[in-house]
């Protein structure tokens, strides 16, 4: 059983440019959540997507936005780059929608870095 | 009142000491507390977790502290040891819309040899 895979895992893209994150759910997980976690901080809720749809966003502005496949892996893009999006990007994977036990599993993440 | 406040923000231990990171929360909606452990270079992963109808959860030498009236928990580690060396969050989740964690700020332990 494959854990959840992110990439790449390391980025540089100047302010202004766009950027995809990708993510590989656990094997048998449906639901894919992206968090941000700047640096020496706590990881911050950006989405879920669960059915190829949307199902729950933090507080991120209409610039950052995913999609989710049949496969269930799923994509975050990042449009007109800020410096304050430098930060690991976390995709966590679970069954279901809900964030409880040991089945809410996280990446290793992708270290953005906008200069 | 989505906030969730972690204290220390660093921590260092002596091997075989206790660890104590301390957490406090404003929604009283909140009925699900995780504790996280993140090492370098890694996502966090699930240590230990808690739900407010208890007062104590023990697993190994980890124990969760939950102080309902207060708005408080807390992390124990007994018996630290270096490989323990990590940053700790604590985390909480609403169960109406149970799709987020709200983590805390994270605790950056050392335990010393």
């Known amino acids: 059983e494959t854990g959840v895979t992110q990439s790449p895992t390391h980025l540089i893209k100047t302010r202004g440019q766009q950027v995809t994150l990708r993510c590989s759910s656990q094997?048998?997980?449906?639901?894919v959540s992206w968090y941000q976690q700047a640096l020496g901080q706590g990881p911050q809720f950006i989405f879920q997507?669960?059915?190829?749809?949307?199902?729950g966003r933090g507080n991120f502005p209409p610039r950052f936005s995913g999609l989710q496949f049949p496969n269930y892996s799923s994509e975050l893009n990042v449009n007109a780059l800020e410096l304050d999006d430098s930060a690991l990007y976390l995709c966590?994977?679970?069954?279901?929608?809900?964030?409880?036990?040991?089945?809410?599993?996280f990446g290793s993440g992708t270290r953005l870095t906008v200069v | 009142q989505q906030q969730v406040k972690q204290s220390p923000q660093s921590l260092i231990v002596q091997k075989g000491g206790i660890s104590i990171i301390n957490c406090a929360y404003e929604?009283?909606?909140?009925?699900?507390f995780p504790w996280y452990q993140q090492f370098p270079g890694k996502g966090p992963a699930l240590l230990i977790a808690?739900?407010?109808?208890?007062s104590e959860k023990k697993e190994g030498r980890f124990t969760i502290s939950f102080n309902k009236s207060a708005k408080q928990f807390s992390l124990h580690i007994m018996d630290s040891q270096p490989g323990d060396s990590a940053t700790y969050f604590c985390?909480?989740?609403?169960?109406?819309?149970?799709?987020?964690?709200?983590f805390g700020s994270g605790t950056q332990l050392t335990v010393l040899p």
């Open positions: 985390a909480a989740s609403l169960s109406g819309s149970a799709r987020q964690l709200t």
């Open positions: 997507y669960y059915r190829e749809e949307e199902n």
């Open positions: 094997s048998g997980h449906n639901t």
């Open positions: 808690i739900r407010p109808d208890v």
């Open positions: 929604n009283t909606a909140f009925d699900y």
């Open positions: 966590a994977s679970s069954l279901g929608t809900g964030t409880r036990g040991y089945g809410y599993t």
